[in-house]
């Protein structure tokens, strides 16, 4: 799988930007995916895949549920394309801005919001029991390298800090 016996951080911090070591089917990888999520973004609101990118602040009042979504839901998904708009314009770089990398974090965690819906992950630290006769095993071993990854790009931030 990707990143096997990998000598190196994907993500780490260098003079003020940030090294991103991926190989060319990594960033292969990441462009699909990100022309997937874009399709996605452009779903309802109440589609079952999106509804972690759209969470509900009032479950109890259907009204001012509503009302939260009328005002959030176009903010949140302009947000979301602008991020993956980001990453597919910087996934050739080898070097990142702060600001890019922030975009990388925010494109992967909404990803893995979206493949977490679709194998119905409750806890980030629920236990996948990965097998690979699994119909849904390429979902898991995508959602388990965005988890890496991302973790990668939160522990290359926080060295900065």
Partial sequence: MF???RPRPRVSPRDGSYVLNLDDRERELI???LGEMRALLILDATD?????LYPAAYADDAK?????????????RSS???NVDAVEASIAAELLTEEQLTAWMQAINSLRLVLGTLLDISDDDQEL???PDDPEARTQALYGYLGGLLDEIVDAQLEVL
């Fill in 3 to 5: 990143g096997r016996n």
């Fill in 31 to 33: 462009r699909q995916i």
């Fill in 48 to 52: 079952p895949r999106v509804r972690r």
């Fill in 129 to 131: 029991a990965f097998d």
């Fill in 80 to 82: 979301r394309l602008a």
């Fill in 64 to 76: 001012k549920e509503e009302e939260y979504q009328q005002l959030t839901h176009e903010e949140l």
